[in-house]
T-cell receptor, first 113, second 115 residues
Framework: DSGVTQTPKHLITATGQRVTLRCSPRSGDLSVYWYQQSLDQGLQFLIQ???????AKGNILERFSAQQFPDLHSELNLSSLELGDSALYFC????????????FGEGSWLTVV | AQKVTQAQTEISVVEKEDVTLDCVYE???????LFWYKQPPSGELVFLIRRNSFDEQNEISGRYSWNFQKSTSSFNFTITASQVVDSAVYFCALWTSGSARQLTFGSGTQLTVLP
């Protein structure tokens, strides 16, 4: 158990819909990361927050957005969903922002039908 | 730009054999960290090791060992006396202190250990 909690674990939704994935980082960790894992793209970094502020942005689509709240939990919002958004979405956390060990949650399986 | 290459897409071994998973990385930064993660069939990503660029000491943890060689930009992972439970996808990853400041993953190696 990494200590990173993600909900929901599985989600099936229709194209065009919007979903929210939730993440609670390990106790004491200030950084939260979101990654997408798909068969064709592998593990892709989406975005990072550190203590509530956006710190790094990767290949995140404009239809996707994220935020980190004062209690440090984070949410990833995916809107106007397409079939190609079906993937495993990971949240991860680390203590700091400089090469600290990054621990991953169990992931949220999103299926868009 | 930073890049991680895991040239072995799939490896299959028989239980009790030793197996080495290769990882080659590219970065221009002098400060960086290398990681290995394991992804079993259940899907979660399990942290195995983190190594910084200034520490070239090899590490052993039980049946696992890692060989870090800056001269060849490699960070290889060896499992000794493999077991069926080692069957998983293994990912090598790189974090650098430069402009990227994100964890870049290799494409992973699917290891299958046969009984």
């Amino acid at each position: 158990d990494s200590g990173v909690t993600q909900t929901p674990k599985h989600l099936i939704t229709a194209t065009g819909q919007r979903v929210t994935l939730r993440c609670s980082p390990r106790s004491g960790d200030l950084s939260v990361y979101w990654y997408q894992q798909s068969l064709d793209q592998g593990l892709q970094f989406l975005i990072q927050y550190y203590n509530g502020e956006e710190r790094a942005k990767g290949n995140i689509l404009e239809r996707f957005s994220a935020q980190q709240f004062p209690d440090l939990h984070s949410e990833l919002n995916l809107s106007s969903l397409e079939l190609g958004d079906s993937a495993l979405y990971f949240c991860a956390s680390s203590l700091g922002n400089s090469g600290n060990t990054i621990y991953f949650g169990e992931g949220s399986w999103l299926t868009v039908v | 730009a930073q890049k991680v290459t895991q040239a072995q897409t799939e490896i299959s071994v028989v239980e009790k054999e030793d197996v080495t998973l290769d990882c080659v990385y590219e970065t221009r930064d002098t400060t960086y960290y290398l990681f290995w993660y394991k992804q079993p069939p259940s899907g979660e990503l399990v942290f195995l090791i983190r190594r910084n660029s200034f520490d070239e000491q090899n590490e052993i943890s039980g049946r696992y060992s890692w060989n870090f060689q800056k001269s060849t930009s490699s960070f290889n992972f060896t499992i000794t006396a493999s077991q069926v439970v080692d069957s998983a996808v293994y990912f090598c990853a790189l974090w650098t202190s430069g402009s990227a400041r994100q964890l870049t993953f290799g494409s992973g190696t699917q290891l299958t250990v046969l009984p």
